[in-house]
């Protein structure tokens, strides 16, 4: 298994390897018995890497995650077509399959299958596969029919998915087997359908309700306008998206179609991937950050109201800087009965930011306290985005002040358009509170 980048210094001390396997903890626990279909091109197939890719995958089949992989044989295809003095021919971005070509894709598409049959069947001493034994299963899952003429031209042995054998999938998972379905469909009648690896891993992910489609790219992900990745998209922003960015590759543009539709047809989460950089897909499934682009109907990343039972995540995020005299100490008895004061931003299941609001609309005052990002998530304006939401709960309120104490970051809230004030203008229930060892700045903003 590739070596995963070092995590940031632990403030108690642990060795890194510790920490990072401790903070991979609770995706393992998360995916345990999960189905994942993963597509990805030939063109990984064909990489003497691709070892390395099939180490990976084995290592999530022995964590107990339920395995659909779905390759695509492109330029095995072509490589057997140029041996015969033929071409792949395209019309409107789509294959148009021939009898020469039909009879190189079963020819590559048997290929692919057993090589990666070969590669899961390894036990070498002294490798990944160690000690492993990975049964696969491979066969008439897909029934599919012609694509048929449009605008004219008739794209013969090219086909579409009409019906994935959901039954006789789901069975091999229950025995423990990893499913491999290369992109090759057949009809009722016996016939031969050249399938795009995208859209057959979308249609079982569909059928399958799986809890993540992830596709396995030749890019490194999908672009942001400066330059970076983009780590998060809504499915319902896919059509701008596209419509956007012309300069899309084929193949991300198809990947974005296929995990925008998987998302609405109630496919959990479609990961975009680059595969070119090792471990990729691990630190994709097993960090919060991840090493791709991630599809979802809902978002992501939310700020809500806080709730009982997220005490304990907030305690988390409070507690370091308590210790270090930042913030007033908060018993987990008094933050329980105040919980309704908090709101909470949420990544994927772990509380990484918290603001509290206190009303003294007496004063026409709220009180910000408790502004707190995670360390390892103090980017992208997420402090600036808990501001303006106290803000909004603080005017909603008809109360147009907010007022903030502070030992040692004064100037953010300056930044931010408070201005120093005196004790004096705090409410007298404030003013009662204050602690005079502390020495805390007082600071208010008109909103």
């Known amino acids: 298994m590739p070596k995963p980048a070092d995590p940031p210094s632990d403030p108690e001390g642990l060795d890194p390897f510790v920490h990072w396997f401790r903070q991979a903890t609770p995706y393992v626990h998360a995916h345990r018995g999960r189905t994942f279909v993963i597509t990805f091109g030939g063109e990984a197939v064909a990489e003497a890497g691709f070892a390395d890719l099939i180490h990976d995958l084995a290592l999530l089949h022995g964590l107990g995650i339920r395995l659909v992989l779905v390759p695509g044989a492109r330029p095995q295809i072509e490589e057997r077509l140029a041996l015969r003095g033929a071409a792949l021919h395209y019309a409107k971005g789509l294959r148009v399959t021939d009898t020469a070509a039909l009879a190189c894709v079963k020819e590559a598409a048997g290929a692919v299958r057993v090589e990666i049959e070969a590669l899961l069947s390894l036990g070498l001493a002294n490798s990944p596969m160690a000690g492993v034994r990975i049964p696969v299963a491979s066969g008439n899952f897909v029934t599919a029919r012609p694509l048929g003429v449009l605008d004219g031209i008739d794209y013969r042995h090219t086909g579409v998915v009409r019906r994935i054998d959901r039954a006789s999938l789901r069975r091999r998972l229950d025995d423990g087997a990893v499913a491999l379905m290369p992109p090759i ?144 100490e908060r018993p987990r008895e008094r933050l329980e009965t105040e919980i309704d004061r908090f709101s909470l931003m949420e990544r994927d299941g772990m509380a990484i930011a918290c603001v509290a609001i206190y009303g003294f609309p007496e004063a026409d005052l709220a009180e910000l306290a408790c502004i707190t990002v995670h360390p390892d998530y103090r980017s992208r304006a997420r402090g600036d985005k808990l501001l303006e939401h106290v803000e909004a709960i603080a005017k909603a309120q008809g109360i147009g002040r907010l007022f903030v104490l502070t030992t040692q970051t004064a100037h953010w809230f300056r930044e931010r358009g408070f201005e120093p004030a005196s004790l004096a203008e705090l409410p007298a229930r404030k003013q009662a509170l204050y602690n005079y060892q502390r020495n805390s700045k007082v600071f208010i903003k008109r909103l």
């Not at 016996?190 to 569909?206: I, P, R």
């Open 185 to 328: 469909g057949y009809s009722p009648t016996g016939e031969v359908f050249n399938l795009s690896a995208a859209d057959l891993a979308c249609a079982t992910a569909v059928t399958l309700q799986a809890d993540k489609l992830i596709f396995l790219l030749e890019e490194p992900g999908v672009p942001d306008p400066s330059g970076g990745r983009l780590s998060n998209l809504l499915s319902r922003d896919l059509e701008s998206l596209l419509a956007d960015s012309p300069a899309l590759s084929e193949e991300l543009a198809q990947s974005l179609r296929a995990g925008g539709y998987a998302c609405t047809q109630g496919v959990g989460r479609v990961h975009l991937i680059g595969r070119h950089t090792q471990g990729a897909l691990l630190r994709e499934l097993f960090t919060r950050e991840g090493a791709g682009t991630l599809i979802t109907a809902s978002p992501y990343e939310t700020l809500r109201p806080a709730r009982i039972d997220d005490v304990g995540g907030i305690l988390e995020l409070l507690r370091p800087l308590e210790q270090q005299g930042v913030l007033v």
